[in-house]
Every structure is written in structure tokens, then in C-alpha cells.
């Protein structure tokens, strides 16, 4: 069997990660499996870039992102990247991969990699298609989070991403209705990481008819597992002595990884506490990390984006606790890769994290936008006696749903009943 996994970056961002990881996962259960990609990050020979000139894939990025910007009236800059329309991009199917390949598997495969008509080739070639979603983009017009809005159950219009919430046709209306002429009559098993998104892609009337399913993203658990905690330190330079917060993201300022519930639970600990500010501290890793050494009343040990896998292994076992404060998720590779590593979990009652933590038996679920009951978990999980055994179940939970090795079984009987219809 030969699997062609498709996805717009090798190495950058979560649903990158998790396909990289389901790569080596199924090479590692005998299916000879490749990664076409976009952005090519590293020389590994399983990863194929696409062919062109740069500059083009370059062109193809603005331009849908320019077309988004018109329709917004040259306004509304903050949600320039929380849609997209898909209206430019590559047609994979003549490419030697993609025909020597018995199953394409689509990621995340948005920003110019697949226009909605390469999508549409893709499903006529008559090759078997599952696509894991990595949000919701598949099962809606134009947005990969609905929030609270559930147009998308019957037809996405007057888009609450667009400027003064969009009209009757606007390019959310356009866009849904496209899909749906699209996904009629091909039978597309949709894979998605959480349950929680797989109830929301079930209610999509693009859905209808639609085979959906929940497969968890895999985790190397030989590379993320339990080390002493003072020689991560030591490697990493961090202070031997006191309880460490772990707290990152690709880009640390992004609203919507919750940086403004971070601050104000760590100002609300020191309040309640003024003597944590020489105990506690917080290691922060993502882009512009240093810019939370101010905002923050913790020593703060800023370590910017850190890429080798082994020394992100060292950082969760450097910590006592994991905190994400995200306010949009589907299922961290955060959250799972410091429960490999022993490292109980904070995070807000949304998305699938409520899935990965266990509240009260490894980590703490705090309800969402709530500040307090966020420091009241944080507080909970480092002051708790147990903290040793809370990683013990948070590392336990990990070997048994999330190994590559159950995660790569379910996806080969998901390729073999495709093979068989």
C-alpha cells in the first residue's frame, strides 16, 4: 500500500506536526508512505516539495489573501487569516506521487497549497481520499472555527468574519455552496482528531451523506517520555530550584492562545500570594517570548521557537506544569507531548482539550474564559502532593490512546476499507 500525504508545511504548525508524526508512523507499520508539501523545512527524502518556482506559491498566498481583503472593503485585518476561500493553488494530480499512490491522504491543506478545483481532481481521479481535519474549515464555508455560530449546519451566509458580518451571498455563501457541488456524490472519509470536532463536522450540511470518524494525532512516545527533571534544567539553564510554568506557542502574542488570561491568572496567583514570585517561574517558548518578561509578576526565562524535538522533550521535563490557555483547539500536540513526558496539564474546558485532560486525575480542566478557576488549577496542580502521580496517569493516558502504534492501526483499517469499497 502507498499512502501520499498532503499537507501545506513539513514542520510548521500543529497539523504539520501531526502529519509528519503520522508519516513515520505508518513507515514504522510497513506502508510506504510520502509528505507533499508546500514548504519543504528539513532534507528528510520522504517529503516531497512541490515543483514551481517560488516565487508563484509565493504570488498564489496573496493573491487569495488580497481577494479576502477586497471583499472586506480593505477593513478588517484582524481576521485576514482566520478564513480562507481556496482560490488559487496546485494541481497535485499529475505529479509522479500522486500517481503511484494507492490512498491521498489530506491535512491541512490551506494558504495556496489546494484550490477548491484541485480538490476537485483530486476526488474525480477516482483515487480513495481521507481527509483528517485539523479544524473546521472542511465542514464550513470559509472560517477553520465557527465559535458560536452554526450557519454552517444549513448554509453558511452574512459571515461573522467578513466586515459588518457579511451578506446574503458573500464569499462564505459562495465558497459553502461550491463545497457542496464539490463533495456530492464522492464518498470522503473524513478523519478528525477530537470528538469534539467530529460532533461539530456531523451537524455540517456539507456533511450529509459523509462518512466521519475520530482518530487522535500520534506521539512518539520513546522521544517524549519521563527524564530527571534537574538535568533537563541543568541542559536547558534553568533555575535547579523552584516550581517552573510552562507556558508557549508559535507565536506567543496570538490572542487566541489566550495570552491575556495567562497574564491575568499569573497576576492573580501573585496577589493571592506575593511569596510565589520567588518561587515560582515561567518558561515561555514561541516567537516574541520575550516580550512576556514584562508582563508577567514570575521570572520569566524566555526560550523563542525551538524546533529539535529532543530539546522540546527536555522543556517539558525541565517543568512541573503545563499551561495553555487557548481559547480555540482541537487537539494540542502541546498537551499530548507533556503528558508523554510525565507533565500534568492546564488548560480551558474547550475544543478537545477536555478529552486529553482528565480533570482532577491528571490535570485540571478550568472553565472557559474564567482567569480565576485557570490560577486555581495552576495553583492545584503545583501545590498538590500527588503532583508526581498526576504525571504518572497524564504519561499512562498517553501510551495507551496516543502511541504511533495504535494511531497508525486505526489509520491502516481506515485505508483498507477505502481499498475494499
Known amino acids: 500500500m502507498r499512502v501520499l500525504l498532503v499537507n501545506t508545511s513539513e514542520r510548521i504548525g500543529g497539523a504539520a506536526v501531526a502529519c509528519n508524526r503520522l ?4 513507515k514504522s507499520n510497513g506502508i510506504k508512505t510520502k509528505m507533499l508539501v508546500r514548504d519543504k523545512q528539513t532534507d528528510q527524502l520522504s517529503v516531497v516539495p512541490l515543483r514551481g518556482f517560488k516565487w508563484m506559491q509565493l504570488w498564489r498566498f496573496l493573491w487569495e489573501r488580497f481577494v479576502i481583503w477586497t471583499a472586506n472593503r480593505f477593513g478588517n485585518k484582524e481576521n485576514l487569516f482566520s478564513v480562507d476561500i481556496a482560490n488559487t493553488g496546485t494541481d497535485i494530480t499529475k505529479i509522479p506521487e500522486f500517481q503511484e499512490a494507492d490512498i491521498i491522504h489530506l491535512h491541512w491543506i490551506n494558504q495556496g497549497m489546494l484550490s477548491l478545483g484541485d480538490i476537485e481532481r483530486i476526488l474525480k481521479s477516482g483515487k480513495p481520499v481521507v481527509w483528517t481535519m485539523h479544524d473546521m474549515w472542511p465542514c464550513t464555508g470559509i ?71 475520530n482518530i487522535p494525532n500520534p506521539i512518539n512516545t520513546s522521544l517524549f517520555r519521563p527524564l530527571n527533571k534537574m538535568d533537563a534544567r541543568k541542559r536547558l539553564g534553568l533555575p535547579e530550584k523552584g516550581k517552573l510554568i510552562l507556558f508557549g506557542s508559535v507565536k506567543i502574542t ?37 516580550q512576556l518578561a514584562s508582563m508577567l509578576p514570575f521570572n520569566v526565562y524566555p526560550l523563542n521557537y525551538v524546533s529539535d524535538e529532543n530539546r522540546i522533550a527536555d522543556i517539558y521535563n525541565a517543568v512541573d506544569a503545563y499551561v495553555t490557555p487557548s481559547l480555540e483547539e482541537n487537539l494540542p500536540n502541546t498537551i499530548m507531548e ?75 483499517e481506515v485505508y483498507n476499507k477505502k481499498l475494499r469499497s
Open 23 to 26: 508519516m513515520e508512523a505508518l
Open 143 to 213: 472560517c477553520h472555527h465557527a465559535r458560536t455560530c452554526v450557519k454552517y449546519q444549513t448554509e453558511c451566509t452574512h459571515c461573522q468574519y467578513l466586515i459588518r458580518g457579511g451578506s446574503r451571498k458573500d464569499l462564505s455563501y459562495k465558497i459553502f455552496n461550491r463545497k457542496k457541488e464539490i463533495y456530492k456524490g464522492h464518498d470522503i472519509s473524513f478523519v478528525t482528531c477530537s470528538m469534539w470536532l467530529r460532533n461539530l463536522a456531523e451537524r455540517s450540511a456539507l456533511f450529509k451523506g459523509q462518512n466521519v470518524t
Open 254 to 290: 496570538d490572542k487566541r492562545k489566550g495570552i491575556d488570561y495567562m497574564i491575568e491568572s499569573c497576576r492573580l496567583l501573585a496577589e493571592k500570594d506575593p511569596s510565589l514570585k520567588g518561587l515560582w517561574g515561567v518558561v515561555v517558548f514561541g516567537n516574541q517570548s520575550q
Open 338 to 412: 507533556a503528558m508523554a513526558c510525565g507533565v500534568p496539564c492546564v488548560g480551558f474546558n474547550v475544543g478537545g482539550i477536555p478529552e486529553m485532560i482528565d480533570h482532577l486525575h491528571n490535570g485540571y480542566v478550568a472553565e472557559y474564559r474564567n482567569a480565576q478557576d485557570f490560577a486555581n488549577g495552576i495553583s492545584w496542580v503545583l501545590d498538590t502532593e500527588n503532583n508526581a502521580e498526576l504525571g504518572n496517569m497524564a504519561r499512562r493516558k498517553v501510551e495507551e490512546e496516543y502511541s504511533e502504534d495504535a494511531i497508525a492501526h486505526r489509520y491502516i
